[in-house]
């Protein structure tokens, strides 16, 4: 099947200028020490994002226009560019991507924002077969307060401040995988390409003895020595068991049509409620390892962590990394960040632009490893890892939750390549159940019984 046509539009290369007066302030502190901040907003219900925006010399221009720093993104599938049209045909108006410029902190007091707002700039967009083409929309410095508008040569006055920021476009066709039910329910899953579902899929959950094997779970083209490899089973925090007050063994296969396994997610590290708490904490977070199959056996392919964020957030936490080979522990950190419990929301991979440089979503860049070891930058096998890679629905506690999994068709050779993605979805989506407060219950399907437990 073909992939979903889908487009990102990326905003970046931010720096402000902010002329100053002869005299100094009352305060004595000069003007550029002040922080500042920008919303962006594409409006027709994407949400607004609001990101760091760094001041430069006024004396030098290209400051900005060398940085290559991705500011934000927005992911529009073709129901997104379609809906678009038909509302801006219907009101007869054009697609503005707005900037308010902001000076001050983020956030607000009393219930009043923080920031004061600096001014406003509009980028008008003309989307019309941005699928197959790239588009640049803007790119220099536009003034802003005065010049409501974005040009390519505004001719901003001495007393107002100047933005430089570049819009543009690129198409990003994807896969789009549908679960046909929740993955503690062993369902199905289906590639969307329009309104064509095809099942190329099948889920199969279950329970990891304490041994390291998984009964139900092997096939002939799989060694009959166990799901994983034992040393990695082994090396995944074993004695932090605890009985009563963890959720552990937790597993998933993937298998193709053929039934044959093409993927796994495996539960390493028990889900353990922490001292005097019934919550899954960030310092001891429960742990999965993504694999993928290859010479007659399991080889890991990643790692996933995950926990229960405290405070007002009191959402899931998580950290995926991918893994270099079965004898390294040290992974390349792809994405970090916290997912609502209530409202649900996306994991979401996306490296930035091709420069490879991360989004907002990931805190680390690619091919930068988290340990004292250098692989180097053109030795590391991934980074292949460019651009949007993959995303994930979560649905928030207590509700039915079918993921749907998108995937950069750049990162899709063959069979494997998208199973393991849709394997990390299972982690994530379990995850969410796994870092549930152990006051309260879980749902029939997740908890082993007595008999299996005994085998």
């Not at 790119?139 to 802003?144: D, M």
């Not at 995850?431 to 085998?455: I, N, P, V, W």
């Amino acid at each position: 099947m073909d992939p979903c046509p889908f487009v990102r539009l990326l905003v970046g290369n931010l720096a402000l200028k902010i002329p100053f007066a002869s005299k100094p302030a009352r305060s004595g502190v000069h003007p550029s020490t002040s922080p500042c901040f920008a919303k962006i907003r594409l409006g027709c219900g994407f949400p607004s994002q609001t990101v760091t925006v760094p001041l430069v010399d006024s004396a030098d221009s290209s400051a900005a226009s060398s940085s290559g720093d991705l500011a934000a993104t927005f992911h529009l599938a073709e129901a997104d560019l379609g809906k678009l049209a038909r509302l801006l045909t219907m009101k007869k108006k054009r697609l503005w991507l707005k900037v308010s410029i902001y000076t001050g902190r983020r956030g607000s007091t009393c219930g009043v924002s923080s920031g004061r707002l600096l001014g406003r700039v509009s980028v008008p967009l003309d989307l019309a077969g941005a699928e197959s083409r790239a588009c640049v929309f803007h790119s220099g410095w536009v003034s802003v307060g005065k010049k409501k508008k974005a040009s390519s040569s505004p001719q901003a006055s001495k007393a107002s401040a100047e933005l430089h920021m570049t819009v543009r476009s690129e198409p990003d066709p994807r896969f789009v995988f549908e679960f046909d039910g929740e993955p503690e329910c062993s369902p199905q899953v289906f590639q969307v390409q329009g309104n064509v579902r095809q099942p190329v899929f099948t889920c199969k959950f279950g329970f990891r003895s304490n041994g390291g094997d998984l009964r139900n779970h092997r096939s002939r083209s799989m060694q009959s020595d166990g799901f994983c490899t034992r040393s990695w089973l082994s090396s995944f925090g074993s004695d932090r068991e605890r009985q009563g007050r963890e959720r552990k063994g937790w597993s998933i296969t993937v298998h193709d049509l053929s039934g044959s396994p093409v993927a796994a997610a495996s539960m390493v590290t028990p889900f353990v409620a922490s001292p005097g708490s019934d919550r899954v904490s960030r310092s001891n977070p429960g742990g999965w390892l993504i694999l993928r199959p290859g010479d007659g056996t399991w080889k890991p392919w990643g790692r996933l962590e995950a926990w229960r964020e405290r405070g007002s957030s009191d959402g899931l936490g998580y950290r995926f990394e991918l893994l270099p080979d079965a004898n390294c522990t040290a992974g390349v950190l792809l994405a970090e960040s916290t997912i609502s419990t209530g409202k649900g929301g996306k994991l979401m991979i996306d490296m930035g632009s091709a420069n490879g440089r991360s989004t907002p979503s990931s805190s680390s860049p690619a091919c930068s490893p988290r340990s004292s070891g250098d692989f180097g930058m053109a030795l590391w096998p991934y980074c292949m890892y460019r651009g949007f890679v993959m995303s994930s629905t979560l649905e928030g506690e207590g509700k039915c939750s079918k993921p749907t999994v998108e995937i950069g068709v750049q990162h899709v050779g063959c069979t494997e390549d998208a199973a393991v993605f849709v394997a990390l979805s299972a982690a994530i989506d379990l995850s969410m159940d796994a870092c549930r407060l152990f006051s309260h219950k879980l749902r029939k399907e997740l908890y082993q019984t007595e008999r299996e437990r005994m085998g």
